[in-house]
């Protein structure tokens, strides 16, 4: 869970039931385990459980959250930083 990822896409499914794909880049990388805390944060910043419907409902209407996922962005892992000594 300590590897570093980059971005993260957000599953929303809308009232037709088509899944709405959302990317959200980060402004640093974090860890995999970081993602996700991040993505359960931001899902209760967006959204609202109803126990009715057994659904996390989009504050916008949009639909309601379906998911997340992490991703890596391989042309930044191996970034050198700019301070580094060669």
Known sequence: MEEL?????IYVLNAEELIIKIPMEFTRPMTL????GYADAHKEGVS???????R???????????????????????????????
């Open 48 to 54: 609202v459980y109803d126990e009715e419907i057994n």
């Open 5 to 9: 990822v980059h971005w993260m896409m």
């Open 33 to 36: 385990l970081e993602c996700s």
């Open 56 to 86: 996390w409902v989009m504050n916008d209407g949009s639909g309601s959250w379906f998911g997340h996922q992490c991703f890596q962005d391989p042309s930044r892992m191996f970034i050198v930083p700019h301070n580094i000594i060669k």
